[in-house]
């Protein structure tokens, strides 16, 4: 194990438990919610990763202009059914996290979508400059990765399990990078970056 990871406290973590899984039927921990079916693409990355990580999920258009009523029974319901975090997008004029923060003691991590005429600069800004008194937690512009990947790490800090799975993952990111400066090094950078286009 290379020193220069995080987390080295977890090492000791076994593999086994970093296999299991959620099992059948199991409650959902995370919700992914999003303002439109169209911001789909950009939060399915946020889905995988939680499905990468055995953790479930449930996954909801819930719109807090099309539909607000809806939108407040979900997130006054939430922390109730068990959810721990939620993953929120939207696109323009993007109120949905905001709004689900507003409703819930919950964690929200909010996602901005790329949007056609700003390009999810107003989305950004719409999720991001929440005033103080109510987080949401932004990521990128189409940050669904980073999004559900975030979501992992909070529920990780009361389970060791999926602590363990994270180190995992971490160690892959590390392991490939070594592996791409070793190749960088061998090749040079000009017959590296043909093999990058072929
Ligand atoms: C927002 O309006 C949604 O989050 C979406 O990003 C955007 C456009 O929605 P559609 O017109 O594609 O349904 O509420």
């Not at 995370?30 to 479930?56: I, N």
């Not at 407040?72 to 997008?89: H, P, S, T, W, Y």
């Not at 390009?119 to 109510?134: C, E, Y």
């Amino acid at each position: 194990m290379p020193s220069s990871l995080p987390f080295p406290s977890l090492i000791a973590m076994s593999a086994a438990a970093a296999a299991a899984g959620p099992g059948e039927g199991a409650s959902p921990r995370v919700a992914v919610v999003m303002g439109s079916d169209s911001d789909l693409p950009t939060m399915q990355p946020a889905v995988a990763v939680l499905e990468q990580f055995k953790v479930a999920v449930e996954v909801r258009v819930l719109s807090a202009h099309r539909t607000p009523l809806e939108m407040v029974a979900f997130a006054e319901a939430a922390a109730g059914r068990g959810l721990k975090v939620i993953i929120a997008g939207a696109g323009g004029a993007a109120h949905l996290p905001g709004m689900v923060a507003a409703l819930t003691p919950l964690p929200v991590i909010g996602v901005p979508v790329h949007s056609r005429a700003l390009s999810g600069v107003d989305s950004l800004h719409s999720i991001v400059q929440m005033p103080a008194g109510i987080p949401v937690a932004t990521v990128a512009i189409g940050g669904g990765t980073n999004a559900g990947l975030l979501a992992v790490q909070i529920l990780a800090t009361a389970d060791a399990e999926l602590a363990g799975r994270l180190l995992e993952h971490r160690r892959a990111l590390h392991d490939q990078v070594i592996t791409k400066d070793q190749r960088l090094q061998e090749l040079g950078s000009a017959a590296y970056l043909q093999g990058m286009g072929s």
